[in-house]
Nanobody
Framework: QVLLVESGGGLVQAGGSLRLSCAAS????????MGWFRQAPGRERECVAA????????YYTDSVKGRFTISKDNGKNTLFLQMNSLKSEDTAVYYC??????????????????WGRGTQVTVSS
């Protein structure tokens, strides 16, 4: 079992930055795929960015390319999402997710086994 706890959400003005963190515990995630998803009211959950913990590949949805960066701290079993140049349309609950299969298609929510409770990101225009 893997426990994921997100932090770092909040209220920010358009153009500002936030850094989300996801602390994983219970198991080492060194052979996992992990990602950040978001869900806005009335919309489906979408993958924002994801990474193979091995470093063999990553994914970003088009709307965040050049603005968001996913990274990890191996020693602390922690995943990050640096979000810059935030826009009002980035407003959503952001979830951290982990898959025990290191070969999954990163962008598909159904491929992930563990989910955090989410952290709210609100961007005011």
């Amino acid at each position: 079992q893997v426990l994921l706890v997100e932090s770092g959400g909040g209220l920010v003005q358009a153009g500002g930055s936030l850094r989300l963190s996801c602390a994983a515990s219970g198991r080492t995630v060194s052979n996992y795929a992990m990602g950040w998803f978001r869900q806005a009211p009335g919309r489906e959950r979408e993958c924002v960015a994801a990474i193979y913990w091995s470093g063999s590949g990553s994914y970003y949805t088009d709307s965040v390319k050049g603005r968001f960066t996913i990274s990890k701290d191996n020693g602390k079993n922690t995943l990050f999402l640096q979000m810059n140049s935030l826009k009002s349309e980035d407003t959503a609950v952001y979830y951290c997710a982990a898959s025990g299969n290191p070969y999954v298609a990163l962008s598909e929510p159904r491929n992930y086994d563990y989910w955090g409770r989410g952290t709210q990101v609100t961007v005011s225009s």
